[in-house]
């Protein structure tokens, strides 16, 4: 099992930035990889982006890459995103994943490639 545990969420002004963390633990060495989705009220759950632990590969999807960006840091476990020029309709919980297995032809942005989820962080725009 690989536990996930999100923080950095909160409230903020447009145009401002929040950096969310992801903390894994448990058999993390099974994981290929760690991204982030998010969901808006009334919403689906939608993909953010995505990094290897291996290779530190990126994925995004158009919508807010130059916006977001995500990292890895191997040493601790713990993948980030960082989130600038926030809107408010980024407004959503923000949930960290672990997937155990290869992406394949672009797959990377598709829920049932992960394996593990996290509980959740709020992040909240303000106009």
């Known amino acids: 099992q690989v536990q996930l545990v999100e923080s950095g969420g909160g409230l903020v002004q447009a145009g401002g930035s929040l950096r969310l963390s992801c903390a894994a633990s448990?058999?993390?060495?099974?994981?290929?990889?760690q991204g982030w989705f998010r969901q808006a009220p009334g919403k689906e759950r939608e993909f953010v982006a995505a990094i290897s632990w291996i290779s530190g590969t990126t994925y995004y999807t158009d919508s807010w890459k130059g916006r977001f960006t995500i990292s890895r840091d191997n040493a601790k476990n713990t993948v980030y995103l960082q989130m600038n020029s926030l809107k408010p309709e980024d407004t959503a919980v923000y949930y960290c994943?672990?997937?155990?297995?290869?992406?394949?032809?672009?797959?990377?942005?598709?829920?049932?490639?992960?394996?593990?989820w996290g509980q959740g962080t709020q992040v909240t725009v303000s106009s």
């Open positions: 448990g058999r993390t060495f099974s994981t290929y990889a």
């Open positions: 994943a672990a997937a155990t297995t290869r992406f394949y032809g672009g797959d990377y942005d598709r829920r049932y490639k992960y394996d593990y």
